[in-house]
């Protein structure tokens, strides 16, 4: 019997210790929350350029038919303008592709700056006009996931593993150079005061320079870093069309600026290796970037020539009577429609290191790339 209730005692003394080690000794932290966003379905890079040309030609043939979006208007010509930058780049990117050279490459790196131009740009529209944004939406989310699928910056990344010595030296060349853009954009603000549209630009540009120069130095922060600069140099290109006579020479130095970083990168982009085979792996697509008015490919040719070879140059007194309505033009200053495209909410790598985070420049911390 003592043998019995010695054991029985041991048994209930073990079944206390393990229950005492099982039991937290706090409340458990509730699970985080994660959002999982379904695939829309699947694309190559031939696909995605066909996606992005009806987008396009959607978005051309809408402006078209509204007399509000005439590009004889002076307001408009900026929107036009950067609409046939994207035609004539989405152009080269096709023949790049056909060819398999590196107009493709350069002609989707090119043709998400100008996307990023033309989101700026639309503002000056004061248009409403929903099917125009729409396609303009997709034609962004298109060229995004080009961008950052189905370029060098995509390949190093794929490959992986630490920054190289040279990688690092040019990141801290990236930097320094946004140190030289804050240094411009501060001069250019006392200028800015007066114009509150403009004054958020700057401070968009400033955000963006300021997040380069805290980055920590590592692959994905390199990579983020290149494609951030499509939006960036979008942005200062858009805003030419805000800034007033006395000091638009004072802004157009920013957009010289531009000229030194891309010398830099193309030194860089000669220096990587690109696989051919990738154009033809399929990539998830996360958004809808499919036009959903019917459009001919006859009518695709026809609008992109349309914005390739139409005149929207705008003359000095234009630039200065754009420049002046913009200030009083209460949507443009409040931001009003914007193809902003997809949100640039953080994913689990950051902003721009996702496949299609070309979104509106207004996000905290925002397209490609």
Same mark, same amino acid.
């Given at each position: ?29 509730? &699970? ?23 987008? *396009? &030609?959607?978005?051309?043939?809408? =402006? ?21 930058? +994207?035609?004539?780049?989405? $152009? ?19 043709a $998400? ?28 989310d ?20 630490? *920054? ?10 990236? @930097? &320094?150079?946004? @140190? ?18 403009l004054?958020?630009?700057?401070r ?8 380069? *120069? ?5 692959l994905?922060? #390199?990579i983020?870093? *290149? !494609?951030l600069?499509?939006?960036? &140099? ?7 069309? #805000? ?7 004072? !802004?157009?130095?920013? /957009?010289?600026?531009?000229?030194? #970083?891309?010398?830099? %990168? ?5 220096s /990587?290796?690109?696989?051919? =085979?990738? /154009? ?14 019917? +459009?001919?490919?006859?009518? +695709?040719?026809?609008?992109e020539? %349309? ?28 931001g ?15 902003? #721009?290191?996702?496949?299609n985070? +070309? ?11």
């Amino acid at each position: 019997m003592k043998i019995f209730v010695g054991l029985l005692l041991s048994l209930l003394l073990s079944f206390f210790i393990v229950a005492r080690a099982a039991k937290p000794s706090h409340a458990p932290v509730a &699970a985080a929350k994660t959002t999982q966003t379904k695939a829309t379905g699947q694309a190559n890079a031939e696909g995605l350029l066909n996606d992005a040309s009806k987008a *396009l &030609a959607a978005m051309i043939k809408d =402006a078209r038919a509204d007399s509000g979006l005439d590009p004889d208007i002076a307001r408009n010509k900026p929107f036009w303008k950067s609409t046939q930058l +994207i035609a004539r780049n989405l $152009r080269t990117a096709k023949n790049g592709l056909a060819a398999q050279d590196d107009d493709f490459l350069k002609g989707i790196a090119e043709a $998400r700056r100008a996307h990023e131009q033309m989101k700026i740009d639309w503002r000056l529209t004061n248009s409403k006009n929903k099917q125009v944004v729409e396609n303009g939406k997709k034609l962004g989310d298109a060229i995004a996931l080009l961008r950052t699928n189905y370029s060098k910056e995509a390949t190093r990344k794929k490959t992986g593993g630490e *920054l190289t010595a040279q990688e690092k030296t040019d990141f801290e060349k990236i @930097k &320094a150079q946004q @140190k030289d853009l804050l240094a411009k954009v501060s001069k250019l603000e006392k200028s800015a005061q007066k114009d509150k549209a403009l004054e958020k630009g700057l401070r968009e540009i400033q955000k963006q320079a300021g997040r380069v *120069l805290t980055e920590p130095a590592t692959l994905d922060a #390199y990579i983020a870093s *290149l !494609y951030l600069l499509d939006v960036q &140099a979008g942005l200062i290109r858009g805003y030419e069309y #805000y800034v007033d006579k006395p000091w638009r020479a004072s !802004y157009l130095e920013l /957009v010289d600026w531009f000229t030194g #970083y891309d010398t830099w %990168y193309d030194t860089w982009y000669n220096s /990587v290796s690109y696989d051919w =085979a990738l /154009v033809d792996t399929s990539v998830d697509v996360y958004e809808d970037i499919t036009v959903s008015e019917s +459009i001919s490919e006859d009518e +695709i040719s026809s609008e992109e020539s %349309y914005a390739e070879s139409g005149s929207f140059d705008m003359s000095e007194a234009e630039e200065e009577r754009v420049a002046a309505e913009e200030e009083a033009n209460e949507q443009v200053t409040a931001g009003g429609n914007i193809m902003e495209g997809v949100s640039d909410e953080d994913d689990e790598e950051g902003d #721009y290191r996702g496949a299609n985070d +070309i979104g509106d420049e207004d996000t905290d911390d925002g397209g490609g790339e």
